[in-house]
């Protein structure tokens, strides 16, 4: 009976020093859940070392760690209230030891946030909040520590609650409760404090109960990502976990991204009493189905009508861990579920600084530590889910060299390309531009294919990139926007100014449009009738606007198409 109990994984974070593994160990010892023994082992090691018996202690497994006072490894205890069991999740909150920490919280569906009454928020404070925001975590208690270096202040307390639900408000993360503690004290870990009768609300172990598991995960739409597939005798059985929804026999089955449909023949089971026909997330499961299809690692398994999404671009917030900096054109491994494959980031549209606060547009990189919005682009098709929907298939970690030094969640599929062309901005200005996209004829396809080179911003005084491999623009040209009214004034191969087209005047220098087709423009006369012809057409009408754009622009005279055998062998970051 004691196997069926709801358990609930909660990751407790904080800033080095305020606290957090004092606190886990005074909860544990509180709740008598340490193992026999544990106690009288830290007190005699705590002797060797000349140290005073420290909670904390409790949780260091090895004597190294209990000599340098961090804790270095994300830790996983268990205990247990007449509600249902817990699994503590001990993230470290020392800056090298972020990797660990995001790696245990991935799994947590709530949060305790320890913060130093005294100390009050620090940058490991407002990394952790963007951690618990980045994950999508919004099950929140802050936990104000040490409350008894305050004099149990609840002006103090009120302080540190009012700004620090301002920073996690900012973020998306609303916290349910503050709760002040003094966890060597002991004071509202188990039981409430006579220190503090200014506070009415729960204790912390009577609030984590008021948890609400996530519900559900069973009635989400099914994902079942393949793991592996065994051949045992004339069957060949499909195998992995079952991440949301429930799968029967005779159901019919949608397997991306192959996009091939099928139905379920058998559930397996070891053993006859196992057998069942109907099987739920959670579960480890094999199958085998109607069909003899190749199947493979990383596929997904759906219902039809509920396929995840399936793309090889999709925008994604990440926090970033690596040794290196996280650099745009760089191959990485994406792991997500049971998929791993390369990729590139291609695109940084905000970088974050966690400290300052400070928030970048369209960077080239990601420094060790920050939190970025990213479009990834994979080398092949892959399957998820957002976030949002479904917790389990819409996050991943990337991976640089052999380091797992990223991870990150899915915010939306990519479908408007052209969105993310590069721009040129000046004050109130913005051109979207594909003049510095690549052309190839893929002969693998038989088709031309428009990859764009990158989508950054150029500001007034950038360099641009007047040539290319199949593109070659003057140092000095302008570049007409006849859709938003405006012009760039290209001078040097520098950005030199965005005007308005009706105080733009022809000189004498190569005109072209957005996407880099020369204008037929040698006059002024000529400039104000492509402006007066382009304000009466529809261009919705595509007729309309390839007859004036066949009489008006001319492809060939900056641009080439050059050859390539397939699309991966232009490494460029996009394709149209």
């Avoid at 196997?3 to 509180?30: A, C, M, Q």
């Avoid at 690549?438 to 007047?466: C, H, K, L, M, W």
């Amino acid at each position: 009976m004691e196997n069926t109990r709801e358990t609930l994984r909660i990751v407790v974070v904080g800033h080095v020093d305020h606290g957090k593994s004092t606190f886990i160990g005074r909860l544990l010892y509180d709740t008598k859940s340490l193992p026999e023994g544990a106690i009288e082992r830290v007190k005699r090691i705590s002797r060797e070392n000349g140290k005073p018996f420290e909670y904390a202690y409790l949780l260091d497994a090895f004597e190294e760690e209990q000599k340098q006072n961090i804790t270095i490894d994300t830790t996983q205890l268990q205990f247990h209230t007449e509600k249902r069991e817990y699994i503590i999740i001990d993230a470290p909150g020392h800056r090298e030891f972020l990797k660990n920490m995001i790696s245990g919280a991935a799994s947590a569906e709530a949060a305790l946030l320890v913060i130093d009454a005294q100390e009050g928020i620090r940058e490991q404070s407002k990394r952790h909040g963007y951690m618990l925001s980045l994950l999508g975590i919004r099950k929140v208690y802050v936990l104000v520590n040490k409350m008894d270096l305050v004099d149990f202040s609840e002006a103090k307390f009120n302080e540190i609650q009012l700004k620090m639900n301002k920073f996690l408000n900012g973020l998306n993360v609303f916290p349910l409760r503050y709760i002040p503690v003094s966890a060597l004290l002991g004071e509202n870990v188990a039981f409430a404090s006579a220190e503090m009768p200014w506070y009415k609300g729960k204790t912390v172990l009577e609030a984590i109960d008021l948890f609400e598991k996530d519900q559900g995960i069973a009635d989400k739409p099914l994902r079942f990502p393949i793991q592996d597939v065994y051949k045992f005798d004339n069957r060949r059985i499909i195998a992995g976990r079952i991440e949301s929804g429930r799968l029967s026999v005779g159901d019919t089955i949608l397997i991306s991204p192959a996009n091939k449909k099928t139905r379920v023949k058998t559930i397996e089971s070891w053993v006859e009493k196992d057998k069942r026909d109907t099987v739920v997330a959670g579960m480890s499961v094999g199958i085998t189905v109607e069909d003899e299809f190749f199947n493979k690692r990383g596929q997904f398994i759906s219902h039809t009508g509920e396929a995840p999404l399936v793309g090889n671009f999709f925008m994604s917030n990440i926090f970033w861990m690596g040794k290196n900096q996280l650099v745009i054109n760089k191959k990485y491994k994406l792991k997500l579920v049971t998929q791993e494959v390369e990729c590139k980031i291609f695109s940084v549209k905000k970088a974050i600084n966690a400290a300052t606060l400070e928030a970048v547009d369209n960077v080239e990189a990601v420094e060790t530590n920050g939190v970025a919005q990213v479009i990834i682009r994979t080398r092949e098709p892959v399957c998820f889910d957002q976030f949002i929907n479904n917790m389990h298939t819409g996050r991943f970690v990337l991976v640089d060299g052999f380091d797992v030094s990223g991870g990150g969640i899915i915010t939306g599929l990519v479908k408007e390309l052209e969105k993310f062309s590069g721009k040129l901005v000046k004050g109130e200005f913005e051109i979207a531009s594909s003049a510095f996209d690549e052309y190839y004829f893929i002969i693998s396809e038989g088709i031309v294919r428009n990859i764009q080179a990158n989508t950054r911003t150029y500001y007034a005084g950038d360099e641009v990139p007047v040539a290319g491999e199949t593109y070659s623009y003057s140092r000095s040209f302008d570049i007409i926007d006849l859709k938003t009214g405006a012009a760039a004034i290209i001078r040097d191969a520098k950005l030199a100014d965005i005007i308005s087209i009706d105080s733009y005047k022809y000189n004498n220098l190569p005109v072209v449009n957005v996407k880099g087709f020369a204008a037929s423009i040698n006059t002024q006369k000529d400039l104000e009738d492509i402006i007066s012809e382009f304000g009466k057409i529809n261009v919705d009408d595509i007729k309309t606007y390839a007859e004036f754009s066949n009489k008006w622009f001319d492809f060939g005279k900056n641009k080439t198409i050059v050859f390539k055998d397939d699309v991966s062998s232009t490494d460029i970051e996009y394709r149209i």
